[in-house]
């Protein structure tokens, strides 16, 4: 092999990899249990992956890693023991907050806790005014001494955001450089992570940065050196929250962007994917082990928003925009207090796994589907077989007899309800948001989706189903088609009628400079830019994209913001002024993406045969005779119909009854309602 390109994917249950030979342009993926700690599951996947292909560590040109290291951390509270220096008088920001409620008719609902105590919360003699004046200088000899109590603390990580940073960053800069050279530990600006206003989110951001630092540093950089020792000399690159890839080095340093690392991962390759087969309009849902993640694609374009919440903390950082539920195929299904049949959010995990893994004695949406028959135990997931005996027992002994229900309708049971959460959070992300389904493709992906695509889409009338070629694997191939990516922002607060297009012109050449920086070594980048509006006395503003053919028109902004403020609000207010809030770029470092999937190349021939079968329940039919078909002896053209098992290495697609499903040229399964 002259090269090969491999995106590796490391998920709560299954750590997913898929090869490229860039020369051949033939792809391998691969699938295996994810381990603790996940690195020793890349290492050890790599060396299988080299041995079933016949490849050497050193012909590994680029490795393309997207991971759930940053969110597992949060969510599990293994942080770092971190310090904040901030504005004096402004220490106690983080418990302030803002004036929302998490459920606003409980009036005992806690907050988070901050993640930095208020004994390591320190205010520090400076102050800027609202316009970057400097009214208080800052004094360094607090910062010595703030910097004696944080050594004898043991602090690991210091976050630094001062009042209005982002219009002169000097005063972080001087804390940061003594803190560094004093403490020898990672001190996070927030001017340099966020020059943004909004004093709440910008030092929540900038802590939980801090808090994730050191970890995701540690993790990053023994992964290179154990690659590096098992013979991989790749240019190692990591899936940024925002869709695109970045260095190990800035991902470290922002470690705060690697939070959805995994599914944005998965809905690039979604992408991908659906333009190919030309789809613009598209529902990704990306059903794992642990979680699902549902997104959308508009006009061939992914969605994204500035800001997210995970674990009830703000993270005010541009990332895809992503619905996450805690439904997978390893959720568990069990009763609560009243008798009531529940599934997830807690998961069996990779280890000990749903129980026909073989560990487990609790039963899970994966126990579900093996007891109705919808997966093959002679095919089994990746390298794991499936215990359907085992399976049956504990679903029997959990669910079917504390309710008094039979084995099937206890499993049938369990998919319903993991069904209904999944469509909830579509309607989530379309019915709500006045979109109808129906006018959308439904993509489904993950270890998990292709076996609860068909019941979606028929529960939610959706016309057509979409399953990619190694939909097991997307996440890994959504990092072979993912390019460098680096989000910029500056808030500039300005009236729109008395804005010169000299100024913002300089300001937007100031961030282009600032992301050649960070991509350097590409010669072609394009840069998108984009504008927050709002009307004068708002709190919140609309992130308006400019034309990059047309240039910096401001006198065209205003009528671009109330269009949009009508189709998210249902009104406009053009009597009212407009204001600028921030200016964005994104810098994309463009490059060759491979031509993967090309027009059924590398596919068998098509065989048909109905002389395999299994029998298949559904809840509206019973036990039914089902074919089933090898996904990769399926070729472009070849049509089938329900009820019908279509079974690849990483993934089992289920047909229902009233569907049918044809292969595009693509080596797409495409299902439809008879």
């Known amino acids: 092999m002259a090269g090969l390109s491999i995106g590796t994917d490391v998920g709560g249950t299954f750590t997913d990899f898929v090869a490229l030979n860039e020369e051949s342009g033939e792809l391998y993926g691969y699938k295996r249990l994810s381990t603790r700690p996940p690195d020793r599951g890349i290492l050890d996947g790599l060396r299988e ?21 940053a969110t597992n951390a949060l969510l599990e509270k293994r942080l770092a023991r971190t310090a904040l220096l901030t504005t004096e008088g402004f220490r106690d920001i983080l418990e302030i907050g803002r004036q929302d409620r998490p459920k606003i008719y409980d009036w005992n609902a806690d907050r988070p806790e901050p993640l930095v105590p208020r004994s390591l919360r320190f205010g520090v003699p400076e102050r800027l005014d609202y316009q970057g004046n400097v009214l208080k200088r800052l004094d360094l000899s607090v910062v010595v001494q703030i910097a004696e109590q944080l050594r004898r603390a043991r602090i690991e990580s210091v976050a630094v955001c001062y009042l209005f940073s982002y219009l002169d960053p000097e005063h972080e800069r001087q804390t940061g450089a003594l803190l560094r050279s004093l403490l020898k530990i990672p001190v996070t600006l927030s001017s340099e992570l966020l020059p943004e206003h909004r004093e709440y989110e910008r030092t929540a951001t900038t802590v939980l940065n801090a808090a994730l630092r050191p970890m995701i540093e540690e993790y990053l950089s023994q992964l290179a050196a154990k690659l ?158 499936l215990d359907l005996p085992r399976a049956q027992a504990v679903i029997t002994e ?27 959070a579509i309607r989530l992300m379309t019915v709500e948001r006045g979109l109808d389904p129906r006018d959308f493709t439904l993509l489904v992906f993950g270890g998990a989706g292709p076996l609860h695509g068909s019941s979606l889409a028929r529960r939610l009338k959706i016309k057509r189903l979409l399953v990619p070629q190694l939909s097991g694997l ?35 050449a100031r961030l282009q400079n600032r992301a050649q920086e960070r991509l350097h070594g590409f010669a072609q980048i394009e840069y998108l830019c984009s504008v927050d509006l709002r009307y004068r006395g708002q709190s919140y503003e ?96 070849c049509e089938l119909c329900g009820p019908a098992l279509v079974v690849g290495r990483e993934s089992t697609v289920l047909v229902e009854p009233s569907q049918r499903a044809f292969v595009d040229k693509f080596g797409n399964l495409l299902i439809e309602a008879l």
């Open 49 to 69: 992956l080299a041995q079933l292909f016949n490849f050497t560590p050193t012909e590994i040109k680029n490795l393309l890693h997207g991971s759930t290291v």
């Open 474 to 508: 997307l996440s890994a191939l959504g990092l072979l088609v993912s390019e460098p990516v680096q989000d910029l922002v500056q808030t500039f607060v300005h009236p729109l009628e008395t804005l010169k297009v000299s100024e913002i012109a300089s300001l937007f």
């Open 398 to 424: 959990k669910i079917a007899s504390p309710l008094k229900l039979s084995l099937e309708k206890a499993a049938l049971g369990i998919l319903e309800i993991a069904d209904a959460q999944m469509e909830r």
């Open 228 to 385: 590096h020792k098992q013979g991989v000399h790749a240019d190692l690159q990591i899936m940024q929250s925002n869709g695109g890839l970045t260095t190990v080095r800035q991902a470290g340093e922002r470690a705060v962007q690697m939070l959805f690392s995994g599914p944005a991962a998965g809905v690039a390759g979604a992408r991908y994917v659906a333009v190919q087969a030309g789809f613009g309009n598209v529902i990704t849902l990306d059903m794992g082990g642990t979680s699902t993640d549902v997104s959308l694609i508009r006009e061939g374009q992914i969605a994204w928003r500035p800001e997210g919440l995970i674990a009830g903390r703000p993270v005010r950082l541009p990332m895809v925009e992503i619905q996450s539920i805690g439904a997978g195929g390893g959720s568990i299904a069990w009763l609560d207090a009243g008798g009531i049949l529940r599934v997830g959010p807690q998961s069996a995990g990779a280890d000990p796994g749903p129980a026909c893994y073989g560990k487990s004695e609790l039963p899970t949406v994966t126990d579900a589907q093996l007891v109705l028959g919808r997966l093959d135990p002679e095919s089994p997931l990746g390298e794991q077989s």
């Open 542 to 637: 609309l992130n308006i994209e400019l034309d990059s053919q047309r240039g910096q028109r401001p006198h065209e902004w205003a009528a671009l913001f109330h269009q949009s403020h009508t189709q998210a609000y249902g009104y406009a207010l053009p009597e009212r002024p407009v204001e600028i809030v921030n200016l964005r770029l994104r810098a994309v470092g463009r490059r060759a993406l491979p031509d993967l999937f090309r027009k059924g190349e590398g596919l068998l021939a098509p065989i048909v045969s109905r002389e395999r079968s299994r029998a298949i329940c559904f809840a509206e039919y019973g036990w039914l005779k089902s074919a089933i078909y090898s996904r990769e002896e399926l070729a472009p053209e």
